[in-house]
């Protein structure tokens, strides 16, 4: 997490649209049709801007963590991610954080909060057919993927993470909004 005395950062965090700051979090970050790249000096917003994903229908390990490399990135925020790719963001340098959900501006207030850290693999992940159960998930080289196409074309199986995942947030909110309201039920 960035302090006031730091350099400035670049995060990038997952979207469904390019409409910055006001941007919905996207639950999967290779899957998203947008990244909302955020510059900030200290805690201060200095720059916004919406970038295609160019790998949203398709893509094969290491491409979309390359691709956040590319755009700069220090920093990359999403609701969720496999084990590779957070293993590929640690070799590029980059925190890999999960977990985020809403705006774009909420995720961000809450990572700079400190309330929003770490990065866990989703449930999916080992479905996934780049991790095997059982097996160590190999390393993909930055340069190289996974031969025949195989990754993440099951939409089933993402449309599955995706409902868990929102269902996790719901359970979540409406704990939180119980506490908040002393609704014990």
Same mark, same amino acid.
């Given at each position: 997490m960035p302090s006031q005395? +730091?350099?400035a950062v670049r995060i990038a965090v997952?979207? =469904?649209?390019?409409s910055g700051l006001d941007s919905v979090v996207s639950p999967h970050f290779g899957r998203c049709p947008y990244f909302i790249m955020v510059d900030l000096d200290g805690s201060e917003v200095r720059q916004v801007m919406a970038v295609d994903n160019p790998y949203r229908g398709h893509h094969q390990p290491g491409q979309v963590p390359r691709f956040i490399r590319e755009q !700069?990135? =220090?920093v990359m925020l999403t609701g969720g991610m496999g084990m590779r790719a957070i293993? #590929?963001?640690q070799q590029f340098g980059i925190e890999a954080v999960t977990g985020a959900f809403g705006t774009v501006r909420r995720s961000l207030e809450q990572y700079l909060g400190g309330? #929003? +850290?770490g990065a866990q693999p989703c449930r999916e992940s080992v479905g996934h057919a780049h991790e095997r +159960? !059982?097996?160590t998930p190999q390393m993909a080289t930055p340069d190289v993927g996974l031969a025949g196409g195989e990754y993440e074309e099951d939409e089933v199986g993402r449309l599955r993470e995706e409902v868990d995942m929102i269902q +996790?947030?719901?359970e979540k909110a409406t704990a939180r909004l119980r506490a908040?309201? !002393?609704d014990a039920s």
């Amino acid at each position: 997490m960035p302090s006031q005395t +730091e350099r400035a950062v670049r995060i990038a965090v997952s979207a =469904d649209d390019g409409s910055g700051l006001d941007s919905v979090v996207s639950p999967h970050f290779g899957r998203c049709p947008y990244f909302i790249m955020v510059d900030l000096d200290g805690s201060e917003v200095r720059q916004v801007m919406a970038v295609d994903n160019p790998y949203r229908g398709h893509h094969q390990p290491g491409q979309v963590p390359r691709f956040i490399r590319e755009q !700069g990135a =220090d920093v990359m925020l999403t609701g969720g991610m496999g084990m590779r790719a957070i293993s #590929l963001f640690q070799q590029f340098g980059i925190e890999a954080v999960t977990g985020a959900f809403g705006t774009v501006r909420r995720s961000l207030e809450q990572y700079l909060g400190g309330a #929003l +850290e770490g990065a866990q693999p989703c449930r999916e992940s080992v479905g996934h057919a780049h991790e095997r +159960e !059982g097996t160590t998930p190999q390393m993909a080289t930055p340069d190289v993927g996974l031969a025949g196409g195989e990754y993440e074309e099951d939409e089933v199986g993402r449309l599955r993470e995706e409902v868990d995942m929102i269902q +996790e947030q719901l359970e979540k909110a409406t704990a939180r909004l119980r506490a908040l309201s !002393g609704d014990a039920s």
